[in-house]
T-cell receptor, first 113, second 115 residues
C-alpha cells in the first residue's frame, strides 16, 4: 500500500527565510502528488500538484515543489517566508482512478517575526 | 454555493447515539469523498461516490458507518452507536471528475465529539 511521510511535525522559520517542508512517498508506481494548506478554521486548499511533465511545479503564494523519482520525494519550498504562511501543510498522493488521496500527517509551519 | 458546504460545523453527541453529517458539494461535481481527520493526523479516506453510487467504501472502519448520495449531489454520512473513538473532524470533498489529475475541493469539516 502506498504511504506518504512528512518529516517534521513542526517547522519554525524566521520571516524572510527559506521554507522547506519535506515529503516522501512509498510506491512502486510514481503517484500523482499534491500539497494542501490548511489555515485555522478553514478547509484544505490546494497549493500545487504534480501529475505529468515538468518535475518542478509552481503553485499559489510563491510555493513550488520538485518531484524527484529517484528520491521518491516531493518537497515543498518557498524562498522567503511571510507571516501569512503560518498554517498546516499536507502532502498527499493518489495512484488510482477515483482520485482517493493518501495524506501525510501534516507539518505545522510557524513563522517568527 | 461557491464551495463545499458541510453541516453542522460542530456536533457533540453522547456515546451510543446516532448522528448524521451532511455535505453539499460544488454544483456539477460528480465525484464526492469523505475523509476523517483525527487529532495530529492527516485526513484518512473513508468513502468515494461517483454519481449516486459508492465506488469505493474501503475506508469505512466498520459497519456502524454508512454514507448515501441518493440524487448524486448532497451526501450524508451516518454513524450508528457512536463511540468516543469516533471523535474527529469529518471532511467532505468534491471533484469535477474522478480522474487522478483533478483537484479535490474540501469543505471546512464537521467536528464530531462523542462524550
Amino acid at each position: 500500500a502506498q504511504s506518504v511521510t512528512q518529516l517534521g511535525s513542526h517547522v519554525s522559520v524566521s520571516e524572510g527565510a527559506l521554507v522547506l517542508l519535506r515529503c516522501n512517498y512509498s510506491s512502486s508506481v510514481p503517484p500523482y502528488l499534491f500539497w494542501y494548506v490548511q489555515y485555522p478554521n478553514q478547509g484544505l486548499q490546494l497549493l500545487l500538484k504534480y501529475t505529468t511533465g515538468a518535475t518542478l511545479v509552481k503553485g499559489i503564494n510563491g510555493f513550488e515543489a520538485e518531484f524527484k523519482k529517484s528520491e521518491t520525494s516531493f518537497h515543498l519550498t518557498k524562498p522567503s517566508a511571510h507571516m501569512s504562511d503560518a498554517a498546516e501543510y499536507f502532502c498527499a498522493a493518489t495512484m488510482e482512478y477515483g482520485n482517493k488521496l493518501v495524506f501525510g500527517a501534516g507539518t505545522i509551519l510557524r513563522v517568527k517575526s | 454555493g461557491a464551495g463545499v458546504s458541510q453541516t453542522p460545523s460542530n456536533k457533540v453527541t453522547e456515546k451510543g447515539k446516532y448522528v448524521e453529517l451532511r455535505c453539499d458539494p460544488i454544483s456539477g461535481h460528480t465525484a464526492l469523498y469523505w475523509y476523517r481527520q483525527s487529532l495530529g493526523q492527516g485526513p484518512e479516506f473513508l468513502i468515494y461516490f461517483q454519481g449516486t453510487g459508492a465506488a469505493d467504501d474501503s475506508g469505512l472502519p466498520n459497519d456502524r458507518f454508512f454514507a448515501v448520495r441518493p440524487e448524486g449531489s448532497v451526501s450524508t454520512l451516518k454513524i450508528q452507536r457512536t463511540e468516543r473513538g469516533d471523535s474527529a473532524v469529518y471532511l467532505c470533498a468534491s471533484s469535477p471528475s474522478p480522474a487522478m489529475n483533478t483537484e479535490a475541493f474540501f469543505g471546512q469539516g464537521t467536528r464530531l465529539t462523542v462524550v
